[in-house]
Structures are given as structure tokens and as C-alpha cells.
């Protein structure tokens, strides 16, 4: 572990190193090779390449790394007369924004020779106006379709005689039996409704179905037979007391759905009371897949819109659904929205538990304008293209960006125009030696308020 760590401390300093004489290498070659004076103050500038924004007027080392201050080279006139004719191109950027670093980017161009270029490895891409599609990758977790669980209870007071569903997991049928009950009262209650049903039957023979006294006793046997059904005894069973005219001993509770048992509270010979809960049955014809999105992509997830699933324990196999449900809050912990995706289970294949990787896609309506996402060098107060006005004339740019798929391209709201060429490599260098300018200028400004 320590020569692997020794290994990274050496990588990192080499890497930075080389980086510092990279920098020292294009501000040498970045046009003329001796020393640049500046045309109104006479006095040469030095700066440090691992850090632009020390400049002084007398060389030395720099007081952050110590690395030796190299000249540093200032805007030639010809190319100051350039920057002035570019300027009413950004008047209206500059307008919006009072920000002094902002402001005197737009006088900043960037000359750079065709061999240096070659060597740096700087490309450039054409902006252009493209309909996109985001591609959004989450995690989530399979769960149960919760409209499909269901909780089968106990509505009288008993014994488990004969217990059939033994263990958590088993699969059912509808109309399987669960549980046989053994209640005195329930026994009671049936031995009522018998006496009821023998008196109408006999009424009925004697007096005929029209009586009133017939009727009567049709509307008791009746109110007598929704008691049963209320204690769970199904009309075949109701049925079956009045055609052997002899009451029921066992109460088989059967089940009213398909699904899987996944949780059990009896056992065989337990004393159970009216209101338990007994089993908890869940259908997994059709699961849930919860996804967190984060709140970056929350803009361009919406009701419909389709999902991709892939599972890691099932390799290889990709399945569809939709999202059916956009909770109404974020998560407090996470700082993420729940979404629900609906998935067909036929074969049960998808479990309440597995984690799932998650695709989104969205859309954009219309065309819009892009540039590669590593064109835009973004330091968090402000985002930075360059463009390559021909002739190895570099012009760094202030944008506003838009949306983004997070990996190949990135939205410019404003800032470049469509079929300019945008660098999309080596614009760490640029951005160093634009801030370079930018402290040169400021500080000729000091010397000229200085003087006066």
C-alpha cells in the first residue's frame, strides 16, 4: 500500500511538472521569442506558468509553488487594433453583465503560431444546431406493486386446527385454502341460521311464498346469511350447511387472491382473535422499480415517459416500463426525487429488493445550439469557449449554457454564434494564458491611473 501511494505522490509531481514547462514552453513560443516590454509603461512583466495571476515587474520565483518567474508577453498593438474591431460583437454581453473580469475578457485575443498548435494538440470543432437526446442513468430498487398486496385477517375469535399456508414465500391460488378455524361461536352462529332456514322452508310449504309471515322470515334468513358471510364463509360453504342441514365445525378461510405469502402470523393450534392479521399476500404480476433522480435531472423527468431496467443479477436482459408516479417532495437525506416505473412481472423474474440501473431519455424538442462538453471550461463563476477566428487567432468567450447530457455535449444559450469554430482540446492552456491578459491588463491600467 505505501509503494503504491509513493508511486501516486511521483505521478502527480511529474504530471504537474511537466505541465509547468509546457506552459513555459508556449509563453516562450507564443509568437516572438524575446523578451516583450510593454508600449506604455516600458516595464517588463514577468509571471509564473503553474499560476497566471502573479505578475511582477522584476523576475524572481513565485511565491506560491517558488517556481522561476518567466517573461511574460503582452498584447502587440496590431493585435490590440484586431481586438477593438471585435468588440461590438460583445457589446451586448458586456452590457448585461458590470462584472470587471467579465469586461475585459472581450478584449482579449490569443495568437498562437500553426506549429504550436500542431504540438499542443489543439482542435477545434464547428458549432452547430442539433435536435438532442439527454440521456439520464440512475440507481433504484425493485419494490412491490402496493395496489396488490393484500391483508387477510381474522373476524372472529378461535383455534387454528389445520394450518395449510406453513411458510413465508408459498405461492396461491385464489380460492385456496389458507387456514381451517375452529369457533364456538362461529358454530353457534350457523346453528342459529339453520333453525332460521328449516322454519322459512317449512312456511314456505305450508303457507306458500306469497305470505307475509313467509316474507318475513325470507328477510331474517337473509340478514342472518350476510352475518356468515361477514365471519368469511363463502357462499359454497353456506350452501353446503343448508343442503346437509347440519353446522360447519371448521371455518376454512381461503385465499381471495394470487400471489406469494410473504408474511405469517400463526401457526398451527394457535388461539387467534378477531381482527389479527394473519397473512400479508403480495401479487408480483407487476412490480415497482423506485428511482432517485437527482435534483440536476428532475427538468427533464415527466409522467409516460419511458425507462430502460437493467438488473445486475440478470445479465443480459433488459426490460421496459414507465413512469407511472413523480412523488410530490424530495428527499431530505439524499436530496433526490422518488420516481415510480411500472414493470410487467410475468415470470416473476424481478424480486422486491434487487438494486436496478436505470435509463431515462429525454428528448429536446427543438434544435438547439451545441458545442462538445469539453469546450466549455467551467470555473463556477464563469463559463469560458474559445473560438478560432482563422489564422491561428484564438478569442476566448463568455457563454451561457443551457442543458446537457453530462458527457458528450453541452447547450450554449449565448455567447457563440452557429458554424464557429469552437476549441475542444488543450483550452487549459488558453485559459491560463487568458488570465494572463487579464492581469496584464489591470495592471497597465494601475501603472497608466499611477502616472497621472
Known amino acids: 500500500m505505501k509503494t503504491n501511494k509513493i508511486i501516486k505522490y511521483i505521478l502527480i509531481i511529474l504530471i504537474l511538472t511537466g505541465l509547468g514547462y509546457l506552459s513555459i514552453y508556449i509563453y516562450h513560443y ?3 521569442k524575446d523578451n516583450i516590454i510593454t508600449e506604455k509603461t516600458g516595464v517588463q512583466l514577468w509571471t509564473c506558468p503553474m499560476h497566471p495571476q502573479i505578475v511582477q515587474d522584476k523576475p524572481g520565483n513565485c511565491p506560491i509553488c517558488h ?7 503582452v498584447q502587440s498593438k496590431d493585435q490590440e487594433n484586431n481586438n477593438k474591431d471585435l468588440k461590438n460583437h460583445k457589446e451586448h454581453l458586456n452590457h448585461k453583465n458590470n462584472n470587471k473580469s467579465e469586461t475585459s475578457i472581450s478584449d482579449i485575443q490569443i495568437k498562437i503560431e500553426p506549429a ?8 477545434t ?16 430498487h425493485i419494490d412491490y406493486d402496493e395496489r396488490n398486496i393484500y391483508i387477510i385477517n381474522s373476524r372472529i375469535n378461535g383455534w387454528v386446527e389445520k394450518l395449510y ?26 346453528e342459529e341460521y339453520l333453525n332460521l332456514y328449516k322454519q322459512y322452508i317449512i312456511a314456505k310449504k305450508t303457507l306458500g311464498s306469497s305470505d307475509s309471515t313467509v316474507k318475513e322470515l325470507y328477510k331474517t334468513l337473509l340478514s342472518a346469511r350476510e352475518r356468515l358471510k361477514l365471519w368469511n364463509i363463502s357462499e359454497y360453504q ?23 405469502i410473504i ?5 398451527e393450534g394457535q388461539r387467534i382473535k378477531e381482527g389479527m392479521d394473519l397473512f400479508k399476500i403480495a401479487n408480483l404480476s407487476n412490480v415497482w422499480v423506485m428511482a432517485h433522480i437527482p435534483e440536476k ?8 415517459q419511458k425507462a430502460k431496467v437493467e438488473i445486475t443479477q440478470i445479465p443480459g436482459k433488459t426490460f421496459t416500463g414507465k413512469i407511472t408516479y413523480i412523488y410530490p417532495y424530495i428527499e431530505s437525506s439524499t436530496r433526490d426525487l422518488n420516481v415510480r416505473i411500472e414493470i410487467p412481472n410475468p415470470k416473476f423474474e424481478l424480486k422486491p429488493g434487487m438494486y436496478a440501473n436505470i435509463e431515462l431519455f429525454y428528448k429536446v424538442p427543438e434544435p438547439i445550439l451545441i458545442v462538445p462538453y469539453s469546450a466549455v471550461i467551467q470555473t463556477g463563476k464563469r463559463n469560458i469557449a474559445f473560438i478560432h477566428k482563422g489564422n491561428g487567432i484564438l478569442e476566448p468567450r463568455i457563454v451561457t449554457t443551457g442543458i446537457t447530457d453530462g458527457e458528450n455535449w453541452i447547450e450554449i444559450k449565448e455567447g457563440i454564434s452557429e458554424n464557429e469554430a469552437v476549441v475542444s482540446s488543450a483550452q487549459f492552456l488558453l485559459d491560463s494564458e487568458t488570465r494572463i491578459q487579464e492581469a496584464v491588463q489591470k495592471l497597465k491600467g494601475g501603472m497608466m491611473m499611477h502616472q497621472h
Open 67 to 73: 517556481m522561476e518567474l518567466v517573461p511574460l508577453k
Open 297 to 304: 435531472d428532475i427538468p427533464f423527468v415527466y409522467l409516460g
Open 263 to 267: 408474511e405469517k402470523h400463526v401457526f
Open 165 to 190: 399456508a406453513k411458510y413465508e414465500g408459498k405461492y396461491v391460488k385464489k380460492g385456496e385454502p389458507l387456514l381451517a378455524i375452529y369457533s364456538p361461536e362461529l358454530v353457534s352462529t350457523q
Open 125 to 140: 470543432q464547428p458549432v452547430i444546431k442539433k435536435q438532442v437526446e439527454r440521456k439520464i442513468s440512475l440507481v433504484g
Open 116 to 123: 504550436i498548435i500542431q504540438k499542443i494538440g489543439l482542435r
Open 238 to 260: 353456506i350452501k353446503q350447511i343448508e343442503k346437509q342441514l347440519k353446522a360447519q365445525r371448521l371455518l376454512y378461510l381461503s385465499s381471495p387472491y394470487n400471489g406469494f
Open 30 to 32: 507564443l509568437g516572438h
